[in-house]
């Protein structure tokens, strides 16, 4: 598969899998780690670029595809540009999870588990965090937030908003 630059078969820039894949010496141990990097360039897994690593790495795409569907850090399909996880775990549920997640989904318009057309936001649900004495907690980009309320998550929101307009302006 000789791919060109931004191929729309591969989903990405084919120069960019090959830097990843150069980066990690092509080795077929590397595999979850030369995922994660072509996740990093585009936010998602594209189809195209599974199989292209899979015939570069000489390995079954089945293998590769099933490596990207087992871990929930992978997403097959186009992510925002800010992940916004709301954890729903006992604590933060008692503590008023359920309303900021519907403060969330009201400010961007859409509803846990979807991205908006316009590429800025996914929003999720997670289990637990692991940070329950702060809850409850929003996690956006890596990012933790804790002790927040509808008010303060609808702040965030449109700060990230903001900063998304700054940048393409």
């Known amino acids: 598969m000789s791919q060109t630059a931004s191929s729309p078969e591969l989903g990405m820039d084919a120069a960019a899998i090959q830097g990843i894949l150069d980066r990690h010496g092509r080795a077929r141990s590397a595999i979850i780690a030369i995922l994660q990097d072509v996740q990093d360039e585009v936010n998602y897994l594209p189809e195209g670029a599974l199989r292209y ?78 940070a329950c004495a702060l809850g409850p907690v929003v996690v956006v980009d890596g990012e933790y937030h804790g002790k927040m309320t509808g008010a303060k998550t609808v702040r965030l929101v449109k700060s990230l908003r903001r900063d998304g307009a700054e940048d393409a302006g």
């Open 53 to 130: 690593v899979a015939e570069q790495l000489d390995v079954p795409v089945s293998k590769v595809h099933s490596l990207a569907t087992f871990y929930r850090a992978f997403s097959l399909e186009p992510r925002g540009k800010h992940v916004i996880s709301v954890c729903t775990g006992t604590a933060c549920h008692v503590r008023g999870a359920v309303k900021i997640l519907d403060a969330i989904e009201r400010e961007i318009g859409i509803q846990a588990g979807e991205t908006d057309e316009q590429l800025l936001f996914t929003l999720e649900t997670v289990n637990c965090l692991g």
